[in-house]
């Protein structure tokens, strides 16, 4: 079975530009997740779709992200503009059904460098 | 707000010798308690998950126990392959928000030297 993949691996690019980052979550995975680690700080939640839908959204940091998941299958992190401090790793996990204590399994992330 | 601290933040330790790892957490009612291993330039990767007071878990060398403030990850006669950093995450039910949420802390980075 594949796992959680996301793509690219790496991204730079320069403040101001646009980057959108991609998830193919787990074959059958209801619930997907976003996460983002800055250099030196602890991976922190920014969102969750159930589906298509977006069951929180708590953690994006500001209007700059937006999230989709089309179809309720792969999912988008679009950054635009990009500014010096999105630098980090994102990480997108996904979990099978509706018992939140399911493991949630982990892409290799993505690691964005704004210039 | 979940508050998740990892103890000590480096581990340096010859293969054969064992320790533990440990994780603080501060969370109004706990759902569950995970342990990942992270290793450079991956993503992290499922160990175990916690879900009561009192209750471990074991994995070829690893095991997790917990109670009502911590828990530890005991490696026991560790070998190079166990290096990594090792993630410690908890889950809480949250009023107006999703009771999926994982708070990580920051990870212990284990190394192990042959």
């Known amino acids: 079975e594949a796992g959680v993949t996301q793509f690219p691996s790496h991204s730079v690019i320069e403040k101001g530009q646009t980057v959108t980052l991609r998830c193919d979550p787990i074959s059958g995975h209801d619930n997907l997740y976003w996460y983002r680690r800055v250099m030196g700080k602890e991976i922190k939640f920014l969102l969750h779709f159930v589906k298509e839908s977006k069951q929180d959204e708590s953690g994006m940091p500001n209007n700059r992200f937006l999230a989709e998941r089309t179809g309720g299958t792969y999912s988008t992190l679009k950054v635009q503009p990009a500014e010096l401090e999105d630098s980090g790793v994102y990480f997108c996990?996904?979990?099978?059904?509706?018992?939140?204590?399911?493991?949630?399994?982990f892409g290799p992330g993505t690691r964005l460098l704004v210039l | 707000e979940d508050q998740v601290t990892q103890s000590p933040e480096a581990l340096r330790l010859q293969e054969g010798e064992s320790s533990s790892l440990n994780c603080s957490y501060t969370?109004?009612?706990?759902?569950?308690l995970f342990w990942y291993r992270q290793d450079p330039g991956k993503g992290p990767e499922f160990l175990f998950t916690l879900y009561s007071a009192g209750e471990e878990k074991e994995k070829e060398r690893l095991k997790a126990t917990l109670t009502k403030k911590e828990s530890f990850l005991h490696i026991t006669a560790p070998k190079p392959e166990d290096s990594a950093t090792y993630l410690c995450?908890?889950?809480?039910?949250?009023?107006?928000?999703?009771?999926?949420?994982?708070?990580f802390g920051k990870g212990t980075l284990l190394t192990v030297n042959p």
């Open positions: 995450a908890v889950q809480a039910p949250r009023s107006g928000g999703s009771n999926y949420k994982l708070t």
């Open positions: 996990a996904s979990s099978q059904g509706h018992l939140y204590q399911e493991t949630q399994y």
């Open positions: 969370v109004s009612g706990l759902r569950g």
